[in-house]
């Protein structure tokens, strides 16, 4: 069964960084296209970024130059590095992998972005 959970959300002040991570478990990170999405309050799921199999991302336009996803196949990890960052940011952020039937997705972790 895959299982993924994020961490490394948290508070900080405009134009710092954090560094969100996926730790994936029942599969392998470096098999599936793997993504981050993010829900602000009363607003629809957002996709923020991706990362291919082979190796190819993308990113919304609003997080391009700011935000990187990157995977640790050794440990079976996406992380999402977060820089510059805005108020507009504040969301809860979502990791998922992208399989031929279904997606499957973590709990979330809250990232909350104000001085």
């Known amino acids: 069964q895959v299982q993924l959970v994020e961490s490394g959300g948290g508070l900080v002040q405009p134009g710092g960084s954090l560094t969100l991570s996926c730790a994936a478990s029942?599969?392998?990170?470096?098999?599936?296209?793997m993504g981050w999405y993010r829900q602000a309050p009363g607003q629809q799921r957002e996709l923020v970024a991706t990362?291919?199999?082979?190796?190819?991302?993308n990113y919304t336009h609003s997080v391009k130059g700011r935000f990187t996803i990157s995977r640790d196949n050794a440990k079976n990890t996406v992380h999402l590095q977060i820089n510059s960052l805005k108020v507009e940011d504040t969301a809860v952020y979502y990791c998922?992998?992208?399989?031929?039937?279904?997606?499957?997705w973590g709990q979330g972790t809250q990232v909350t972005v104000s001085s």
């Open positions: 029942g599969s392998s990170v470096s098999a599936y296209t």
């Open positions: 990362l291919a199999p082979h190796g190819d991302t």
């Open positions: 998922y992998e992208e399989h031929l039937l279904r997606d499957y």
